[in-house]
């Protein structure tokens, strides 16, 4: 039987008087890919910036390993487990390839694991390896897409969010994000995908959710929403 690892459950989420997530319920379990889709402004970087903790939500419960995490400090939060791979990447343009990485074990004290974790990313990322001194603000988009992976991986996540991987990169590029948030996955990081690729999205995940304006509108295996018509015609050109 699958365990829960992330509940959302029934979260309404306001900036002002704008009501951005209307009563949205989410469950990830241990081990999976889960993907959330849908389009501009439909609330996807809110429901992760809720879970890792920027924003609050009004009512509702959000639980992480049987743990409840609504409201609690960003920086507690990623000390139980989760990290987010920021929507734009959002790297340190000022700071090196390596001093990013030092940034993402922010919350860490064990030099010896931040070490092996440190070499563990420049394994899975050969090209930021070769530019470990290199300011992060010259790097490529796919360059610091993969900078903003390493970085979230260094605080070891148990859940690891993801905003839009593929926003902005050349088809080849998305290709190998995705295939690396697949070997992320298989190497046993549980990870929440958002994405407006929903092909891409749909061809990795095992559960996805749609949401619209605030709104979960569909959910269920990914496999199954990728081969529906209603998904087809809506979020996949025909
Ligand atoms: P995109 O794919 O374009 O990033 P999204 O699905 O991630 O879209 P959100 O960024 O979560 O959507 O936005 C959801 C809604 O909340 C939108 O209507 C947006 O205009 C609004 N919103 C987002 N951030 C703010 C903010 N800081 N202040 C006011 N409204 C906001």
């Known amino acids: 039987m699958a365990k829960t690892m992330l509940k959302v459950d029934n979260i309404n989420v306001y900036y002002g008087a704008i009501h951005a997530l209307k009563g949205i319920s989410i469950e990830v379990n241990e081990g999976e890919i889960v993907t959330l889709i849908g389009a501009n402004g439909a609330g996807k970087s ?22 409840s995490i609504g409201g609690m400090l960003a920086q507690n939060i990623v000390k139980l487990g989760i990290s987010q791979v920021p929507e734009g990447r959002r790297v340190f343009a000022h700071m090196s390839v390596q001093e990013n990485l030092e940034l993402g074990a922010f919350i860490r004290k064990d030099s010896k694991g931040i070490k092996e ?28 897409q993969m900078l903003a992976m390493g970085r979230a ?40 995908l958002v ?14 959710y749609v949401l619209e304006t605030g709104r979960i509108t569909l959910a269920g295996d990914a496999k199954e929403l990728a081969a529906s018509e209603e998904i087809r015609k809506a979020y996949l050109g025909g």
């Open 46 to 67: 809110t429901t992760l910036r809720t879970i890792s903790g920027l924003l609050k939500p009004k009512n509702g419960q959000i639980s992480f390993e049987g743990k």
């Open 117 to 144: 974790d440190m070499d563990m990313v420049f394994t899975r990322f050969p090209r930021l390896a070769e530019r470990r001194t290199q300011l992060a603000g010259t790097l490529s988009g796919g360059e610091q």
């Open 153 to 192: 991986l260094m605080s070891r996540p148990r859940l690891l969010l993801m905003d839009e991987p593929s926003m902005g990169l050349a088809p080849l590029l998305v290709k190998e994000i995705f295939s690396i948030i697949t070997d992320i996955n298989k190497t046993g990081t549980t990870i929440l």
């Open 195 to 208: 994405e407006q690729n929903a092909h891409m999205a749909l061809s990795i995940a095992h559960q996805a």
